[in-house]
């Protein structure tokens, strides 16, 4: 029989999460509510979202919950989506997590799942390991070299460095 896990590490990182959710699941009252919780706070840590996943947790997070229709409406005004698409892409990404649904009324309802913070910092994680092994200075050159900084953006940055320091 083939493992569960292929990548030990992901078998640790899935070991370490569990750990600390199981006591805040016995909190939880229904079967329903605990496979929400455990869909929100693993699936950002295991998923890195496409970038049509990305493109319709972008606009959620932007216009808040919305139905298939209201969404791909949306999205049609940046580029061209199909209906059947839009609806095909929430349900996968219902599945895995990245969006709930809402039943209650005749046009179901989605909202994201995940927060943007999670995703941002889970990408960058993973960009950080995979593209700049690890260097965080290579990363922020790069990042900060490839287009023009203004000076709010220099100042946000000082100030990140500034509290850096004293700690």
Not at 60 to 74: A, C, F, Q, S
Not at 142 to 148: K, S, T, V
């Amino acid at each position: 029989m083939k493992p569960l896990f292929l990548d030990q590490s992901i078998r640790l990182k899935t070991d370490k999460i569990f750990l600390k959710i199981l006591p805040i699941c016995f909190q939880i009252c229904n079967y329903e509510n605990i496979r929400i919780y455990l869909l929100r706070n693993i699936s950002y840590y295991l998923m890195k979202p496409t970038e049509s996943e990305l493109e319709i947790l972008q606009l959620l997070w932007e216009h808040g919950p919305l139905t298939v229709r209201e969404l791909n409406d949306i999205h049609n005004k940046q580029r061209r989506v199909g209906y059947t698409t839009s609806l095909k892409m929430m349900q996968i990404m219902t599945e895995k997590g990245m969006l709930t649904r809402d039943t209650a009324r005749r046009s179901h309802i989605y909202a994201p799942a995940l927060l943007p913070e999670d995703v941002q910092t889970n990408i960058l994680d993973h960009v950080l390991k995979t593209v700049f092994m690890g260097d965080r200075s290579r990363m922020l050159i790069q990042a900060l070299g490839n287009h023009p900084v203004s000076s709010e953006e220099l100042f946000e940055l000082k100030e990140i460095i500034k509290k850096m320091e004293e700690q």
